[in-house]
């Protein structure tokens, strides 16, 4: 079936579900990427991306708050740094540009996410650790107010400024982070195969100096051919300053971002682009937003959820709950080589 399905269905406005967090935390060793080539291979044929939005949750504080979802509509976003009374839709732009770079014959289109995805940690919990005591003052904590995480993080920026913390500091705390187990294995994975079979793209809600910085060091940034997260750069004073990535009407993400949304727009403008559907497309995350895009996901597609993390809970309880409403195939992963085990069998078919 193709297409993709904007409206909540009865059946899933009915529902509300919920989930206790299980963090699984792992500790392997860091290291980077080693250099490769590729070869070429062939096209198949097309499936469908189906999906009803039905509930997700903000990264950061990690609050349980979860709802029904009236639908999706992206809005525009005036940013920092905008001329006065300039509206942008960011994300539309960002996914435009540089479109040409990007070759139409890939089979397959692969997402990722970032923190306790690629990497075992949040790079929002790891930059704390450039605070004095390693630890933000409780005033700062009491200003969170929930679906509002992006805003309390810009002012915890601020405050690491202020306290004297740089540019070098914030990126040697990144660079440190460990990858989670098996993800350097399948990022190689992915760099080595045919150039035909994977475009790959990482969807954060961290920020792009925090997954840049992390990207580079690990050798992997050339593996992603798009990265779309909060746009943060270091302004003249030595602050670095967060935006949202755009605002949306998805009443369960965090205002600064709808991972379905973006999901959304970037199949339907690569589709065009390309003239036909990818053969599958698959999602690898763990955490309550990566639920919410995973539900856009057809039959073919794969969802890879972090096993016992809130998106495998959020999905076990849906087909529980819902037999059928989620349509993805399904494969936990503790390891990203379980990953790559998936992946091979799929990708010779």
Same mark, same amino acid.
């Given at each position: 079936?193709?297409?993709?399905?904007?409206? %909540?269905?009865?059946?899933?406005?009915?529902?509300?579900?919920?989930?206790?967090?299980?963090?699984?935390?792992?500790?392997?060793?860091?290291?980077?990427?080693?250099?490769?080539?590729?070869?070429?291979?062939?096209?198949?044929?097309?499936?469908?991306?189906?999906?009803?939005?039905?509930?997700?949750?903000?990264?950061?504080?990690?609050?349980?708050?979860?709802?029904?979802?009236?639908?999706?509509?992206?809005?525009?976003?005036?940013?920092?740094?905008? =001329?006065?009374?300039?509206?942008?839709?960011?994300?539309?732009?960002?996914?435009?540009?540089?479109?040409?770079?990007?070759?139409?014959?890939?089979?397959?289109?692969?997402?990722?996410?970032?923190?306790?995805?690629?990497?075992?940690?949040?790079?929002?919990?790891?930059?704390?650790?450039?605070?004095?005591?390693?630890?933000?003052?409780?005033?700062?904590?009491?200003?969170?107010? =929930?679906?509002?995480?992006?805003?309390?993080?810009?002012?915890?920026?601020?405050?690491?400024?202020?306290?004297?913390?740089?540019?070098?500091?914030?990126?040697?705390?990144?660079?440190?982070?460990?990858?989670? =187990?098996?993800?350097?294995?399948?990022?190689?994975?992915?760099?080595?195969?045919?150039?035909?079979?994977?475009?790959?793209?990482?969807?954060?809600?961290?920020?792009?100096?925090?997954?840049?910085?992390?990207?580079?060091?690990?050798?992997?940034?050339?593996?992603?051919?798009?990265?779309?997260?909060?746009?943060?750069?270091?302004?003249?004073?030595?602050?670095? %300053?967060?935006?949202?990535?755009?605002?949306?009407?998805?009443?369960?993400? !965090?205002?600064?971002?709808?991972?379905?949304?973006?999901?959304?727009?970037?199949?339907?403008?690569?589709?065009?682009?390309?003239?036909?559907?990818?053969?599958?497309?698959?999602?690898?995350?763990?955490?309550?937003?990566?639920?919410?895009?995973?539900?856009?996901?057809? !039959?073919?597609?794969?969802?890879? !959820?972090?096993?016992?993390?809130?998106?495998?809970?959020?999905?076990?309880?849906?087909?529980?709950?819902? =037999?059928?409403?989620?349509?993805?195939?399904? %494969?936990?992963?503790?390891?990203?080589?379980?990953?790559?085990?998936?992946?091979?069998?799929?990708?010779?078919?």
């Amino acid at each position: 079936m193709g297409g993709l399905v904007g409206a %909540v269905t009865s059946t899933a406005a009915a529902v509300c579900l919920s989930v206790t967090y299980k963090r699984a935390y792992h500790r392997p060793t860091g290291g980077t990427l080693p250099h490769s080539e590729s070869g070429s291979d062939q096209t198949g044929p097309t499936p469908g991306i189906i999906g009803t939005p039905l509930l997700t949750q903000h990264n950061g504080i990690r609050n349980q708050e979860f709802s029904r979802n009236p639908g999706l509509t992206l809005k525009t976003v005036e940013g920092e740094g905008d =001329p006065p009374g300039s509206r942008s839709r960011r994300s539309e732009i960002t996914m435009a540009s540089n479109s040409a770079n990007i070759s139409s014959d890939k089979r397959f289109l692969i997402f990722f996410d970032f923190d306790e995805t690629i990497v075992d940690e949040t790079s929002d919990d790891m930059v704390v650790q450039a605070a004095p005591g390693q630890h933000l003052p409780d005033w700062l904590k009491d200003t969170y107010q =929930p679906g509002r995480y992006n805003e309390y993080m810009q002012r915890v920026l601020a405050y690491l400024a202020e306290q004297g913390v740089t540019e070098s500091d914030i990126r040697s705390i990144m660079e440190k982070i460990p990858a989670s =187990p098996g993800m350097l294995t399948l990022l190689q994975f992915l760099r080595t195969r045919p150039p035909q079979d994977f475009e790959v793209v990482l969807l954060s809600d961290a920020n792009s100096f925090f997954i840049e910085s992390w990207l580079r060091r690990a050798g992997a940034r050339q593996i992603f051919h798009r990265v779309f997260s909060n746009p943060a750069t270091f302004n003249k004073d030595g602050r670095l %300053v967060m935006r949202p990535f755009h605002s949306h009407d998805c009443a369960r993400c !965090p205002n600064n971002m709808c991972k379905q949304v973006v999901v959304r727009e970037y199949v339907a403008r690569r589709t065009q682009e390309r003239g036909r559907p990818y053969q599958r497309i698959f999602y690898v995350g763990d955490g309550a937003n990566d639920f919410c895009p995973a539900l856009a996901l057809g !039959p073919r597609d794969v969802a890879f !959820p972090r096993r016992d993390f809130p998106m495998h809970q959020l999905i076990t309880e849906t087909h529980e709950a819902m =037999p059928g409403d989620f349509k993805a195939v399904t %494969v936990p992963w503790a390891s990203g080589e379980e990953v790559v085990q998936r992946l091979r069998r799929l990708v010779a078919e």
